[in-house]
């Protein structure tokens, strides 16, 4: 079974850049059809998809996201992490990293990060 764990800040401060990492065990973020998200709840709000990496490292981003998101991976370390640039207050939220196996139909989740934007 694949398991996800977030790190990072719990506090970041309004136009600084907002940083997670994933780390993956029990699986490889390079096995095919194996795509690696990001996903985030403000509070009071739903589930807000940020972007997404499959296994052969190509980016896609939220369009309403797309101008301050990026997502990298180091592949020796079979982790991967977000990068929000220009956070503000509105960025608050919880952040999940996730993966969905297409073979398999099944989605995984991290137990999510709480990150605040506050100075």
């Known amino acids: 079974q694949v398991q996800l764990q977030e790190s990072g800040p719990g506090l970041v401060k309004p136009s600084q850049t907002l940083s997670l990492t994933c780390t993956v065990s029990?699986?490889?973020?390079?096995?095919?059809?194996?795509?690696w998200s990001w996903i985030r709840q403000p509070p009071g709000k739903g589930l807000e998809w940020m972007g997404v990496m499959p296994y052969d490292g190509s980016t896609y981003y939220s369009p309403s996201l797309k101008s301050r998101t990026s997502i990298s991976r180091d592949t020796s370390k079979n982790q991967f992490s977000l990068h929000l640039s220009s956070v503000t207050p509105e960025d608050t939220a919880v952040y999940y990293c996730?993966?969905?196996?297409?073979?398999?139909?099944?989605?995984?989740w991290g137990q999510g990060t709480q990150v605040t934007v506050s100075s």
């Open positions: 996730s993966t969905y196996i297409l073979s398999r139909k099944v989605r995984y």
């Open positions: 029990g699986g490889s973020i390079t096995t095919s059809y194996y795509a």
